[in-house]
């Protein structure tokens, strides 16, 4: 089965610096690529995905990239405000059926 | 956008006893939803797949038994934790599909059990 690995587990920024999380995964049929944020208490809410015939999606302060070849995709957070503090999962898919969570990074941005 | 209801927020119960977790999806039909656990500071485990109108796919080691699942709609899916143990103690979540949806996949906000 499909096996997703995130980095790092704890990421703390100052506040306007940017963020990066990375993940990999295993299987080559994977074709959708979600990032979750989940403050504590809530459910997950997705914030950004991306899907294997696009390389890089942006929206506002975030964008995603995808390398397929190399079977990795990261999370691109800018201009981090203290809102943005949480923890992020990455999850892969295929044909958005099954999803395979990343084991989550906690982001914490100092004021 | 897709709104998925999940109730109750938060359940204490008592050892022995059985919880059920409602999972519904308010403005569309979900012909397919999932259910989560959480540990603490970990990932989403999926448990078990729940199909409207059939038996539920559970994950290889979760017992169907303990962790009953029923989708009897389109609208609502059912988790019901039976006898249950101090280490069923968990963060449950659920998630359904809206096919029309920019983003297919909405979680509901979760539930905290715990067992005394």
């Known amino acids: 089965g499909e096996n997703v690995e995130q980095h790092p587990s704890t990421l703390s920024v100052q506040e306007g610096d940017s963020a990066v999380i990375k993940c990999t995964y295993s299987?080559?049929?994977?074709?959708?690529f979600p990032w979750y944020k989940q403050e504590l208490g809530k459910g997950p809410q997705l914030i950004i995905d991306?899907?294997?015939?696009?390389g890089e999606k942006k929206d506002q302060r975030i964008a995603v990239t995808l390398n397929k070849t190399a079977k990795h995709f990261s999370l691109h957070i800018t201009e981090t405000q203290p809102e943005d503090s949480a923890v992020y999962f990455c999850?892969?898919?295929?044909?958005?059926?099954?999803?395979?969570f990343g084991t989550g990074t906690s982001l914490t941005v100092i004021p | 956008g897709a709104v998925v209801s999940q109730h109750p927020s938060r359940v204490i119960c008592k050892s022995g006893t059985s919880v059920k977790i409602e999972c519904r999806s308010l403005?569309?039909?979900?012909?397919?939803m999932f259910w989560y656990r959480q540990f603490p500071k970990k990932s989403l485990m999926l448990m078990a797949t729940?199909?409207?109108?059939?038996?539920?796919?559970?994950e290889q080691g979760v017992e169907k038994d303990k962790f009953l699942i029923n989708h009897a709609s389109l609208t609502l899916s059912t988790l019901t934790v039976t006898s249950a143990h101090p280490e069923d103690s968990s963060f449950y979540i659920c998630?359904?599909?809206?096919?029309?949806?920019?983003?297919?996949?909405?979680f509901g906000s979760g539930t905290r059990l715990t067992v005394v």
């Open positions: 998630s359904a599909r809206d096919q029309g949806a920019r983003y297919g996949y909405t």
């Open positions: 729940s199909n409207e109108g059939s038996k539920a796919t559970y």
């Open positions: 999850a892969a898919s295929t044909s958005g059926n099954q999803f395979y």
């Open positions: 299987d080559s049929a994977s074709n959708y």
């Open positions: 991306i899907r294997s015939n696009v």
């Open positions: 403005d569309f039909q979900a012909t397919t």
